[in-house]
Structures are given as structure tokens and as C-alpha cells.
């Protein structure tokens, strides 16, 4: 079978670069230890080589297809995927004991979502919706609510979503229109039209649970007056019957990757008798939505990098396996061919993709490690960790999908026509991978998010703080010769970064937030290099430590060596790019706020 | 109808910054004046909006398929176009009367052919290579071979094709292993299997001319040993008949994209009898058909600016349209909701993709000039046309492929979650255009023989030339206050890029000739920013000129102002990335030229 992940490089990233045994020690974690961790993580594996990874090319071929009745028909594999995974713990297995889970960090948890996001990105999609949205009732429902609903979406028979886009207001959330009337203090007769309902109505569960945004009638206007509802297909009635409770899907949409993955429009109340169950307190809503957003978001970023990294592995196996041409100072035509991986531009191209998606992933597991430190600590150590996971949030979302893309276009490319041919996984990866940098809030709106919100929240503690690890990092390169230049080098971004972020922060002085905030794309470009960096000095870090510590095998050695390499690949090719970024943060025209637009 | 093209840009490009009736005083194009040639320019676009940009969805949906008998079956509006281009003179427009064409300057009929490439990227492409075989016949060919197949190649009964790859050689021509057998001085018996053909045996053309490379019995190796046959599908006989040549077609390939282009695969001679027609002098093929390919990489590199163009203008469409959120200054959610052109990062993202589009188009247009200067001149005039043309192909072909990806990711990213679906064109443009980065050789292919052959032709003449003319467009700006500081700019990118250029150049002296190539593609990457930023800087100083010297109305003042914005956010955007590229390549680290490759 062809590779899609590197499991050595999921349990160097677990074991030594974020050490997931660490966390045994909080309370949380006490029932695990590092043997068992990893079992469960070799078990998603075994599941998704046998369940997940034959099926991806066909499900791109017979996409989900709204059957013009009220459901998505969805290929035969994806119920039963939901349900093996269900009884595998996949949907639930980071929950408390006590609400059917089995208690596992989410490093453990998503390093299993990481193998079946990279074997079949969208098989993984109504997992993690489930998880996510069972969660969600978790922290905010009320006992009823969670005894109703989670149990059924980690049993995999009910199926969890999020409903928040509306046609008219896209990732406009303050504009929705959607509404929910009060009936009787014992529910809400829902009413509005939702798009882009990912899992939404399908043949694969029996069951949906949408969490869904609404206005309760006469609320404030924007955010302000947004509240959430559980809003099932079919209610739960007290004697424990389901009866249709007026949620049709009324189509679907069909595009150009992730075809496995129903993505439908679903129409509330049409008969005006639409329950939705108020979450929480009214008006709260988006703010409680905003926990599983972000869980979604960092999830997304992991996603994006899993799916690179599938197209990396195919890349990587056909370069070593074709021989083509001979390298520049070979003259002889009658000399054989070399294999490409010989050629320096395959190589380029090659690290390049390493260098992206083994960063992102760890990235990836640097937040799963800081969620995992959100639920098992208190007090400043939780506050901390929050605030890191706050800022690495929008980053991991954007780095990993935006360059995921870039990666999966050279997996092409080292294909050369062949990547072009539906022969080949990597074209189709190429297309699944571009709806990352929409997910969820797009590059745009993640950018905002960084500069706008994450930078100066608290008086740029979660920057400061984010600073503070990166510099640790850097200290503790410093103690090896060869590593100590890339230490100076970073620290030298850093300040780059600090001083192109006064300059913008100028601008937020002269009550300018249109001009503060109008390159904060270019911003989290340079933001992404700079955290990449750290990833890899820390990698690169770790690698050498264990160089010298233990004394691996060649096939180990060689793995800490390509680590190294890599690191210092991303340094000479990636990073140079931080102050082209500065370069335009700090050129004072502006160009791009503009009122008069009659030249386009 | 959406806009998939600009005619004003179009105008602006031919008749002011290349300006084509200066051609019209040399004999070959003395017969046109401007306004016939806008006029021929203008009825492209006629036939476009009404034959092809209409079936650019249905042709994605309805791919080119084999028809497991030989045959490639294709939209039934394929023949039909071929047809109604072929009596438009699409085909042979260019040629000379004396073989029945109009002798349009390349200019007058490639901008024609990007007005194609624009509204159906898969169409154009049958025109196209039946374009390039009948010049490739003409130039090389013998009297009876063009009496024989030129004729019928411009009425559009019979499609021109390339047959150049072999599955075993890929880009590695010197590889290939098709053999020609001569018999009795009269034809050769041509035997192989060529694969990736475009426009290979379809449905939509009588017979098909494949203009083939094989190796005659005992020929040296590598490309010193090829030589080019002329291998009909039906070969004439004397008595006019058409008799089947053992072409057959053996199988297609299914791609992510480009649909409607039918790519086949074709055995020669399976039965001993497909008789292929020596071209020109033996071993001399791979010489005759760069004169078609090189065409056909600017011709690409055409496509994909034309591609990404019709992706920009739909996206540019749909931000005009599409109200959504408020500017950071607005924080009152009763106020209406914005056109989302108002946001500044979707600004940043069009301006972004004219900027690409249109600096793409105008060098596209640069060399269709140069093109028609060697057809036109003689002596050192022409000779420098050449040598500017020859450096300028790679070039073109991968700055417009490369950077047109990522303008029409862009967008997508315009259209957020729309703009992944196949309700909007956009995604599909995208998918279409990533086959350009790999066509007629890859990115790692042109930027080794822009490094490897182009920059050190003739002592580095061709880059001399090149770079007087920048200097020239330079000159020219500092007339202007406001421009003056962009040619100084620019002058500064040419000494990084000189400084980066000699420091290269030392590895092929210190006889490296592996570690001179190995960062190639960084080494494109920078010349295709500068010579981008030339065509922007020519395009504002012709701006410029015209706003002071006529008396525009708004719309046109506003068109020209649009030039000179675009210009200053190229330079403020992408520029700066030269000094990154810069720092990579002065770096000596050698990190992709390895033999030790365990760790990958």
C-alpha cells in the first residue's frame, strides 16, 4: 500500500518534540501511559489502511449527490466508517470517562484525526464535525441536552454539525437572519435558511444534530443577539420516539474536491414546526460557538497539513521510484537514467513540501498539546496555555492551508504530467486541499483575526507569551554550534517581526483601524514563516539532542539527520521571505484602502 | 455575459505599449492598418462569446473520453469550432499568403487566440497545435509535404499534433525510443509508443498529421540521434486516396483538468505499416521542433495568463456584486452590509491577480512583438529579436503558469465557499490551468535551460540585450517625478539580480556545473519578478504619457490611472521578494544537490 503519513515522524513529533508523556501526570490524563498512547494510535492506522485510504479515489468519483428528496446520498463506506470508528472511540475518545469518552489528550485523539485526515480528508470531515459538535453540548448544554444528544453522536448513530452560514451573509455571522421564536419556555420554532452545511442530511447517520445559529426575536442586532440551538432532523419526544422536526435539506453543492463529504443547504421550518433547543443562555451564542470554531479551525489547519503531507508521501514515492534524464555534469546519453530523486530541483521541491507539511503538522500538535493543557491544568498555567492556543489558532489555520496548497502543487509537479492524470492521487489531494484556506473562516478572516483581535488581546500578552516560547527555543539552540546561527537568524525575524508590528500598531494610534488592519494577510504570511521557523529549530533541536544522547541505528540517525537538513532547507528558502513581508508592512502607501475603485 | 477578458487591456497592449502598427511598415505586414487589425482582433471575440465560452462548463462536464476503439470522442462543439476558426482564419492567420494564410503579425493573431484561451482554455488548444505543425511543415518541410498537409491542416480538416513523449523518457528527449526504418529512400517504417498527445486522434478532425520524433536505424544516441517524421493517421497515396497508417490510438488519459483537450495515447506501426515522411535533414528533428515548441511555450505561457485572466475577471465580477460584512471602522451591524470590494484584503487579492494577469499578458505580448520582428527583419535587427525572444520564453511560460495559480486561487479565495463549488467558473480555471506549469517542459525544465543555456548563449548576449531594454524603459520613466523612484527600484533589483547572476556563474567556473543549476528555479523566480515589473513599469509610463498628452475621458483616465496604481502595488507586493530569492541564492549552503539521500 502506498504511504500517506510517516508514523515515525507522528511519534517523534508525540513522544520527544511535544512530549505527550508529560501530560500523564495531571489527573486528567493519570489512566494512560506512553505504550498504551501509542497502541492507540497504531490502531488508527490499521483502521484507516483498511477502511479509509481504498476508498479515497472512489469517493472523488461518485461524490456525495443530493437525491432531489430531502438527502445526500453518500457512498455505502462512509456509514460504515462512521460506525467502526464510533466503536473505536474515534468520535469520542477525548471526552471525559464520565460522559462516555475515554479520556485521551487530544494529542493522542487528533494524532489518529492526522491519519485519517491524511488516508481520506473526507471521511474524517463527519467525524470530527461529531466530536466537535458533542463537545460543544458537553461545555454549554444542559444535563438533559447532553444525556440526550451526546451519547447517540459518540455511539457514531447520530450525526453532529455546525449551521451557521447563511447565503446572504457568508462569514458575515453579525448579518444572519435566521430566527427562533419562544414557545412556551419549553422551546423555540426555528425558521431560516443555512448553506454549506457540511454532513449535513446524508444516507450515513440516522440522525442530526445542527447546532445552529439563530436570532431569538427581538434581540440585539450583530453578534450581540445571536444565540445557539440544538436543532435535531428528528426530535427526541419524552417517551423516546423520534418524530421530523421540519429541517429539509433542500439541495446540496457540488464542487471541485473533499466530493466525499456532503456539503447541503438545509432549510428550517418550512412547516413551521422547527424545534430548536436554546444552548446556554440566549444571546450567547457565538461566543459559545466559538469554542468549537476554534477546535475546528486548528483542526482544519491539521487537516490541511494531513492531506499535504499524503501528496508528499505519493510525491516522495515516485521520485524514487522513476528514473529519468541524468544530472547536469552526466554528458553520456548512453549512461542510465537516474532516478529523479537525484535531480537538485526534485530535491528542492521535495524539502520544500517537507519542510511544510512535517512544520505544519507539528505546529498542529504544538495546539493539540496547549488544548490538552487548557483541560488538565488552573489557574496562570490555564490562562497561559489559553492564551498561546488563542494566537496559534488563526496561524496553524492559514499556514498549513495556504502553503498545504502550495506543497500539493509540487507533488504534481514532481509528477510532471503524470500529476496531472486521475492515475495519480496527488491531483485530487491538490483539489481536497483547496477548500482549507476556506473552512471555517478564510485567510482574510483568520488574518483579522490575528492582527485585529489575537495581537492586542490583553495588552499583547498571547504575543508576548508567544514570544517568550519561541525565545526558549532559540536559548536552547545556542548550546550547539551548528545550530546556534539559525538560533541568531530567527531571533533576528523576531525582531523584524516586532518592529513591522509597532509601525502597524501606529497606525491603530491614529484611530486608523481600516489601515491597521488592511495588509493583515501579509502580516500572518510573516507571522506563519516566523512560527514554522520555531517548529523546525525545535525539531532540528530535539533531533540533535537525541544524536548525541542515544545512539540510534542508521535508519534513525538518518531520520534525525533529515531533520536537521530540513530545518536548515527551511531557513535558506522560507524564511528570507519574512522581510520581503516586512518590506511591503513597513512601505507606508497605501493602495489597497480604497474608496475610489472605478479603475478595476 | 460574464467578462472572461479585457478588450480595453487588450487595445492598450497592442496598439500603445507594444505598439503592433509599428510592424505595419515592414513588407510582410504592409497590407494592415490598425484599424482592420482591431477589427480582426474584435471578430475573436465575437466567435468566442458565442461558439466557446458558452460550452466551457459542459465541456469540464462531459470530458474527451476513449472510446475504447481507437478513437477519443469529444464535445460535438469541438468540430464545429475547429470548423468556424478554420474559416476565420484562426488557424493559418498567421502564415503567409503564399500558403494560404493572412499574414497576420503574431500579435494581431495570438491576441485573437488569448481572447480563446480566455473563454475555453480546451478548445483553443486543437487550433493551437494545428498552428504550430503547419509552420513546423513550412519551415522544414519539403514543397510536396506542405502542398500535401499545410493546406488541409488551415481548413481545419485535418489536427496537427506534437508527438514528442515517450511513458519510459518523459521530459528526457535524449531517451526516447521510437525507430524509423528506412525503405527504399521513399518513407520510413516508424515504430513506438508516444503518450500525453494532445488533440491526438478525435472526433472532431478527418486525419491527424503527428509530428513525430524517432531515431532512424543506427543514428548516434541521444538527441544527436533524432530525427523528425511527418506520421499521418490516413496517409495520402499519390491518387489523392487516404489509406490507414497503423496510428492507433491506444488509450487516453482522464485529467483534473483542461477536459474538453482530448490527451491520448498512440502506438505507431503495431502492425508494420505506419509509414512516417522524413522532415527536413535526418538527426537534425529535435532542432526543427524547437521552433515549435518554443512557440508553443510562449503560447502556454499565453494560455495561462489568459486563463487566470477569465478567473480574475469572474472574480472581479462577482466583488462588485456580492455584498458582505462591514470595513473595520464600522462597527454599527444595523448599517448595510458592504459590496466586498469595499474590504482591503479582497482589493489586496484583485490587485493581486491584475497585477499577475495583466504583467503576464503584456510580456506575452512583448514576445509576440519580438516573434513578428524576426519574421519581418533581417541582419542584426532580427538577431537581437531572436536572442530577446529565446531568453524571454521561459520566461513567459513560467512566471504566467507559476503566478497564474496562484492568481486564480485567489480567486477562489474571493469567492469563499462559492467559489470552491461548481456553480462559479472559478475552480475550474484553476483546475485547468495547473496542467501549464507542466506542459512543453516543466518549471525545473525552463528555468534549467533559462540558466544553463539561455543566460550563457553568446557570452550572455541575450541577457545583455534584455537587460538594455530594461534599462530603456527605465530611462523613460525618470521623465516622470512620480515614476522615478520605480525605475530606481527596478535598477536596484538588476544589480541584486547581476550580483546574484555572477556569484552563480563562479560555480560553473570552479567547473560545478550540478551546483550552477541546482537553485535554478529560485534563479526564475527572480528574473520572472523583474522582467514582470519591466512590463508594469512600461505599462504605467505609457499611462502616463497618454493621460498628459490626450485629453482621456474619466472612463479611459480611470483605465490608465488603474495602470499606474497596479504598477505601484506590484512593486510594493512582489517585488520585495527578489531580495528574498537573492538571499537564497548567495547563500552557499548546498542543500539539494545530494547523493546521500537516506533521510528523505
Redesign the interface.
Known sequence: MANYTNMELLRFLLFEVHPVQSLFKYERYSHLDAEQAWMIVESAKLLADQEMFPYLKEMDESPAQYDGKGAVLTHPQIKRIIQLAAEQSWIGGAAKFEHGGMQLPEMIFNAGQHIFQAANNSVQGYLGLSTGSADLITSFGSPEQIATYVPKIYQGEWQGTMAL?EP?????L??ILTSAKPVNNDYYLVKGQK??ISGGQHEGADNFVHLTLARIEGAP???KGISLFIVPKFRPEPDGTLVYNDVYCAGD?????QKGYA?THLSFGDNDDCRGYLVGEPHQGLKYMFQMMNGARISVGQCAASVAMAAYQAS?QYC?E????????EKD??KT?TLI???????????TQ?AITEGSLSLAMECNRLYDLVHATQGDEKATALLLLEILTPIVKTYASEQG?RSA?LA??TL??Y?????FPV??L??DL??M??YEG???IQ??DLL?RKVTIQNGKALSLLLIQIQETITLSNQYEDLKLYGIKLNKDIQTFEKVLNHLLGYLQKS???R???????FMEMAGLIVIGWQWLKMALKAKELLQSVNPN??TQ??Y??KI?TM??YF??EL??I???A??LM?E?T?????E????
Open positions: 452560514t446572504q451573509a457568508g462569514s458575515s453579525s448579518d448553506i454549506f442586532a450583530g453578534v453543492f457540488q464542487k471541485m474536491g456539503t516522495l524514487k522513476r528514473p529519468q534524464g541524468r544530472v547536469p555534469s546519453p548512453l537514467p530523486i537525484h535531480h537538485a530541483d526534485v530535491q528542492r521541491m521535495l524539502l517537507k496548497s502543487a504534481i509537479q510532471g504530467g500529476g496531472f492524470t486521475t492515475d491531483q485530487q491538490y483539489r483547496k477548500i484556506s476556506l478564510t485567510t482574510g488574518s483579522l485585529g486608523d483601524p481600516d491597521f488592519l488592511s495588509d493583515a494577510t501579509v542508521k535508519m538518518d531520520f539527520a533529515g537538513h536548515e532547507f535558506k528558502y528570507p521571505h522581510d520581503a513581508c518590506n511591503t512601505n502607501k493602495l489597497t484602502n480604497l474608496k475603485l472605478d479603475f478595476f
